[in-house]
């Protein structure tokens, strides 16, 4: 059986040895919280989750809500506008209730660490989200 390496692991058997040094081996995570009151919020509505911090990598997000979402389709990334938004959570549903969900596109846990303070958003398409409740997001990155 051959013993195979990841990207990360390829030199630690050469001689000399070459240690792992991705920015997401061995990095130290952090999480950022939004906790949003739902109110009925709109589709015109964007909501402002987190700002992340220049040389962060995205590992993966976690949403929880206590009640329904209902048919409001939800994206989360970098954009205001819902048509463009979903590079870290494609636009969807979610009926989940009181059970945290992972989230993440393969595309973002691959991207290269931010160059520049990013803000992330929460868009709304197709209905309004429920007029009580809450839902919390979770956002987890590590630093380069």
């Known amino acids: 059986m051959a013993n195979l390496y990841s990207t990360e692991t390829a030199g ?10 991705a920015g997401a081996y061995g990095a130290r995570m952090r999480r950022y919280r939004a906790s949003i009151t739902l109110a009925t919020q709109t589709v015109a509505d964007n909501i402002l989750l987190a700002v992340i911090p220049s040389g962060s990598i995205f590992d993966f997000g976690m949403i929880t809500a206590s009640v329904s979402l209902g048919t409001a389709v939800v994206a989360i990334g970098t ?3 819902h048509a463009t938004n979903g590079q ?3 636009a969807g549903t979610f ?3 009181d059970t945290p969900t992972l989230f993440g596109t ?3 846990m691959t991207q290269a660490a931010l160059s520049a303070d990013t803000r992330i958003y929460l ?3 197709t209905a309004s989200l429920p007029g009580a409740g ?3 997001i979770d956002l987890y990155y590590t630093n380069a």
Request: aromatic content about 0%; cysteine-free.
């Open 106 to 108: 393969a595309a973002a």
């Open 134 to 136: 809450t839902l919390d």
């Open 12 to 21: 630690v058997d050469s001689r000399p040895q070459v240690k792992p040094s």
């Open 123 to 125: 868009t709304i398409a």
């Open 95 to 97: 009926t989940a209730v």
């Open 79 to 81: 954009s205001q506008v």
């Open 88 to 90: 870290l959570r494609a």
